[in-house]
């Protein structure tokens, strides 16, 4: 499908609105570029759910710490154009340095509890960016359904607060992580690994499965054994620097005292140049 | 005009866009009730600019401070549409407790600077209160026009950034301050002054005259004499106490370190039960 490149907010919202005008619903996928087969998942996913699937494709400094890796960020726009019309995207907006924030912008938008924990506590003022990024990308993009990856797991809760306390005209799709075929979660980021962290790479996920079997199959209740045995089985690999294991609600991201229900087990852990983050569903047997 | 009265927030967006989408401009006036003429000045100007004129009535209580007067602040829904309609509007929405936030929202805006000084020293929190209400009801309530008044200068300027640093589609239209007959601005909380007070109030007003007389008459450039001059003219009432008194730059509130050019007096006083505030214009005599 031939792919339309828009770089002008004002362009963008006229065009999307011209799409509802004519009775098309808009899928709208938020991405920072550098766009993979995670990215091309959800572009799928909005093109069966929707008329017409717009990807933004803004590498956000928000959401960036000042010791992050925001100059070294993969951009690569004509790349990016090509992935998101293979997967069934028409519209890609494209905001050239200077046209979304002309001058540095003094509002924040800002998600109490849900960005406190995990993500929040390693990447102060994170989620504050993410919120506001994507409160304009919402607002400047229109009545949508918009697709967030759950390997973001903290931003989609994040996000879908958001969205509820605001009332923005938005059906937030949660959708599930895409992993190569040895279980590594797809990720921007990857890219920054050597062929040798490549290949210890997956041993995050298989200490997120490590933490799932001791929850389902083991019948563990208490949430420290869980993160016990995710740490124990990420040590084995003494590359990894782990920056958190923990056992959340899925919905409100709180720390069960008992594991009695669904909950979610996220890691988080440098390995070389890149910090790697992670997550899994996990039910206990008698749920 | 009849009125037609929307108590839900699903029901209001439908209203709205349907009138957006037979080609209606919508006009919005955002209010907390409390209808008097100042309101009515701004939905008579959104009816002269608009297709149809849509005013909120809602009590924030997250603009409160723990110590302020949400619970005394004056309602009533029935009055309030009686004038709105009056004034040319056709619909308002009203929504009732619980509808807003069924559950105490996690998410605040907040805007940075501008909603620091003068009203946001005096009531830590006020304007990410303002903020977060406003984003909300304009979220809600669809592209539109929307109307403010100039009485609450800063919340204006706060407003105005919001949407430009968010994006949001909407035009904001900010209104002249009306008066009573001896100057007095018009507020919803001039009705918590007795008869006394009353007849005191509008030396608020005559004190920010003293300072424009300052500034457009005797060519004061110093802002420091200024507000001087509208503290000095207060002092004579000292049933009043002054809050703050201050020369802003009408766009950023930055305080100038000399006047030249238009600058914005401000001023807050307490008197008997009321806050009150007030502003003014005041332009250099060689401008």
Redesign the interface.
């Known amino acids: 499908m031939a792919l339309q490149t828009i770089e002008h907010?004002a362009a963008w919202?006229q065009t999307l609105d011209a799409r509802r005008?004519a009775g098309q619903r808009v899928g709208l996928v938020p991405t920072m570029g550098a766009l993979h087969a995670g990215h091309m998942s959800l572009i799928r996913r909005a093109a069966g759910d929707c008329d017409v699937v717009a990807v933004t494709d803004y590498v956000n400094p928000l959401q960036f710490g000042p010791t992050e890796d925001l100059a070294s960020y993969p951009r690569d726009i004509e790349r990016d154009g090509r992935i998101a019309a293979e997967a069934g995207a028409e519209l890609l907006f494209a905001p050239p340095p200077g046209e979304m924030?002309p001058k540095p912008?003094?509002?924040?938008?800002?998600?109490?509890?849900?960005s406190e924990p995990m993500e929040g506590a390693s990447r102060p003022g994170h989620f504050d960016g993410v919120?506001?990024i994507v409160?304009?990308l919402l607002?400047?993009s229109?009545?949508c359904w918009a697709y967030f990856g759950e390997k973001d797991f903290q931003q989609l809760a994040v996000i879908r607060?958001?969205v509820s306390?605001?009332?923005?005209?938005v059906a937030v799709m949660g959708c599930p992580v895409v992993r190569d075929a040895d279980g590594l979660a797809l990720s921007s980021r990857n890219a920054y690994l050597n062929q040798t962290e490549r290949a210890l790479a997956p041993n995050l996920y298989y200490a997120l499965l490590a933490g799932k079997r001791a929850v389902e199959d083991d019948g563990e209740t208490d949430p420290g054994a869980v993160t016990d045995a995710m740490a124990v089985s990420l040590e084995k690999h003494p590359e990894f620097g782990l920056d958190y294991a923990a056992v959340v609600d899925p919905l409100d991201l709180t720390r069960p005292v008992r594991i009695h229900g669904e909950v979610r087990l996220c890691i988080a852990a440098r390995l070389g140049r890149a910090r790697l983050i992670d997550n899994v569903p996990a039910t206990p047997p008698d749920n």
């Open positions: 907010v919202r005008a924030w912008p003094m509002t924040s938008v800002q998600v109490s509890g849900l919120a506001t409160a304009k607002a400047l229109g009545p607060q958001m306390d605001l009332s923005l005209p």
